[in-house]
Nanobody, 115 residues
Framework: QVQLAESGGGLVQAGGSLRLSCAASVTSVSITSMGWYRQAPGKQRELVARITISGRTTYADSVKGRFTISRNNAKNWLYLQMNSLKPEDTAVYYC?????????WGQGTQVTVSS
């Protein structure tokens, strides 16, 4: 079983920073990768960043150079440091854990960037 709890969202002005955290409670499954997705109103959910168990990272082009994903393997915590935020980054951000072919999702945390 996997339970995910995101925190760290909020309202920030353009150019500001936020750090999202995801606490993953994992029992009886093996995590293969963890990531962050986001969904803006009227749009599909999209990948923001992903990190594999080996530490390989992938970023959406729109956030490269501004966002950094990291994880604490021992505690199964996932982070997303977001710098130079833009109004177009406004969305609900979801923590995602993949265990082989199964996806697990958190409830999401709202990030709003004002111009």
């Amino acid at each position: 079983q996997v339970q995910l709890a995101e925190s760290g969202g909020g309202l920030v002005q353009a150019g500001g920073s936020l750090r999202l955290s995801c606490a993953a409670s994992v029992t009886s499954v093996s995590i293969t990768s963890m990531g962050w997705y986001r969904q803006a109103p009227g749009k599909q959910r999209e990948l923001v960043a992903r990190i594999t168990i080996s530490g390989r990272t992938t970023y959406a082009d729109s956030v490269k150079g501004r966002f950094t994903i990291s994880r604490n393997n021992a505690k199964n915590w996932l982070y997303l440091q977001m710098n130079s935020l833009k109004p177009e980054d406004t969305a609900v951000y979801y923590c995602n854990v993949v265990s082989w072919s199964t996806d697990y999702w958190g409830q999401g945390t709202q990030v709003t960037v004002s111009s």
